[in-house]
């Protein structure tokens, strides 16, 4: 398989039947490896990931989250971390082999959790991008106010394409507007993201209430798979401090950095972040 092969469309069903549309590349007697993106993204953000990761030889599996893209929404607007934990573990239960679960952000603790909290989810391995036991509440803070930004949505897509420049001004600017398409839909005369608004409302308040931090340390320790924390170099939501924490208090754990990338760690700098990953993926066994 080459790197620039096209995805073939699966849905999954997630916890209560709820219908989860996925992206997949490889052969389907290759590993699995499940990629899980964060809040406010959509399956596209692993688009150039995918196909890399299948041509080494991976079958990759990159679901849209419940309020995310193609998949359905929510009936009652109620997006818990617990309900993201359980689509992830009944994605799991569909697969034929223990998948590697790479998740960024929300994806991340959704993986966190459904790996190391009963019922478990069968893991052969963690990587979390850029998300750990606790955030920094100043770059949660940002990427809240970012979302609920422009709730009216945008006359064309190139006017969601330079908002999310100006949130990411450390990234370099595209050379077109065609991949931001995969993240907004049309609705009326404008377009708006390609997320159930509601998220936010489940979102705020709920990224690190008490006790969550020990919780998500727990379920690291006890989901007892190697794992490797991915860190964005200029991340704001994951400070190194808290990068070292986390992997000095779980025994499986360590740690990368890649340099220049902020909290979107693939979409900032998706040839170190392979770069950074394969030599984890390669020390479980050659696929």
């Keep these: 398989m ?40 959509t399956r596209h953000a692993w688009g150039r990931t995918g196909p890399r990761l299948a041509a080494l030889g991976w079958r990759v599996i990159t679901p849209d989250l419940r309020g995310h893209g193609a998949s359905a929404w929510s009936a009652d607007g109620d997006y818990d971390l617990d309900l993201f934990a359980a689509d992830v573990r009944a994605l799991v239960a569909e697969l034929d082999d223990r998948p590697v679960l790479v998740g960024a952000s929300l994806g991340g603790l959704s993986s966190l959790l459904a790996a190391g909290e009963a019922p478990r989810a069968a893991a052969r391995a963690l990587v979390l991008v850029d998300v750990a036991h606790r ?12 979302m609920r930004r422009d709730p009216d949505g945008f006359a064309a897509v190139e006017e969601a394409a330079a908002a999310v420049s100006a949130h990411l001004p450390h990234r370099p600017r595209p050379r077109d507007w065609k991949g931001i398409r995969n993240n907004v839909r049309r609705h009326g005369d404008r377009w708006v993201w390609h997320w159930d608004p509601r998220l936010l409302d489940s979102f705020e308040g709920r990224m690190d209430p008490p006790g969550m931090a020990e919780r998500l340390l727990d379920a690291a320790r006890h989901a007892d798979v190697p794992t490797l924390l991915v860190r964005g170099g200029v991340s704001d939501v994951v400070r190194e401090d808290i990068a070292e924490e986390f992997c000095a208090k779980v025994p499986t754990a360590r740690r990368v950095d890649v340099a220049d990338a902020g909290h979107m760690v693939a979409g900032d700098r ?15 066994g050659q696929p």
């Design 135 to 146: 955030p920094d509440p100043r770059g949660v803070q940002r990427i809240v106010a970012f």
């Design 2 to 41: 080459t790197a620039d092969a096209p995805p073939r469309l699966r849905t999954f069903l997630g916890h209560g039947g709820i219908v989860l549309t996925a992206d997949t590349w490889g052969a389907a007697s290759s590993p699995p490896l499940v990629l899980l993106h964060g809040g406010g993204q």
């Design 270 to 284: 998706n040839e170190h972040f392979i770069e950074a990953i394969v030599p984890f993926l390669e020390g479980l």
